[in-house]
Every structure is written in structure tokens, then in C-alpha cells.
């Protein structure tokens, strides 16, 4: 969770652990007045730093295929996430992209 002094909490996120060893972005949200200041980049990057240190083997992540997810997926591919095949709990859908970032604890700095 990230907040500010003036409009409350402006971000938020968190991990849902899976039974094959990886660990799922569940519910990245920045609130629509603190877009553009780089929170989603700050959050990505604690999360991924928390998965590593947690010892999970990759994180994953389910997101929209529609142009209002551009953004959120050009993040994802900057911080180093890979497309992949349906993750655990889900089908394939024409409206989710899957991606995945394989996780090394030996290496505990984020892209």
C-alpha cells in the first residue's frame, strides 16, 4: 500500500502464494490522481523484491489484453516479465495475457 499526506492511500497491491512454488500479483491498483509519478513501478518492484525474499520460484501475473491495459503490460515487460501460458487457476481468455518473471533469491536487486 502506498499513501499520501493529501488524498489517503493511493496504491495497493499483493501476493497470492500457489501451490506450484510461484506467487501471484493479485490487484495492482493506483488510484487515478497519483497515475503518472511512477507508484506502479515503486509497487512492482517491492512486490518482486518480496516474492525473491520469500523464496518463491517465479511471480505471475493475469492481466487485460484491451489497449487500456498497454501501460500496466509495458511495465510488466520492463521489469522483465515474460508472456506465458494460462497460470495456475485460470483457462486460457481472449481478454487476459499471462506473463511470468522467474524469480532468483541469490539475486535480490529488481530490474
Known amino acids: 500500500?502506498?499513501?499520501?499526506?493529501?488524498?489517503g492511500v493511493?496504491?495497493?497491491?499483493?501476493?497470492?502464494?500457489?501451490?506450484?512454488?510461484?506467487?501471484?500479483?493479485?490487484?495492482?491498483?493506483?488510484?487515478?490522481?497519483a497515475r503518472g509519478r511512477g507508484?506502479?513501478?515503486?509497487?512492482m518492484v517491492h512486490l518482486v523484491g518480496t516474492a525473491k525474499s520469500d523464496g518463491?520460484?517465479?511471480?505471475?501475473?493475469e492481466t487485460g489484453t484491451m489497449d487500456e491495459?498497454?501501460?500496466a503490460r509495458g511495465l510488466?515487460?520492463?521489469l522483465g516479465f515474460?508472456?506465458?501460458?494460462?497460470?495456475?487457476?485460470y483457462?486460457?481468455?481472449?481478454n487476459s495475457a499471462f506473463m511470468r518473471l522467474p524469480l532468483d533469491p541469490a539475486n535480490l536487486s529488481p530490474q
Open 82 to 89: 515474460v508472456y506465458c501460458d494460462p497460470i495456475f487457476g
Open 56 to 61: 518463491y520460484s517465479a511471480l505471475v501475473l
Open 10 to 33: 493511493v496504491a495497493c497491491g499483493a501476493l497470492k502464494s500457489l501451490p506450484d512454488g510461484t506467487t501471484e500479483v493479485k490487484s495492482v491498483h493506483v488510484d487515478a490522481l
Open 76 to 78: 510488466y515487460e520492463a
Open 39 to 43: 507508484l506502479a513501478r515503486v509497487l
Open 1 to 7: 500500500m502506498v499513501s499520501s499526506k493529501s488524498i
Open 69 to 71: 491495459y498497454s501501460a
Open 91 to 94: 483457462g486460457p481468455a481472449s
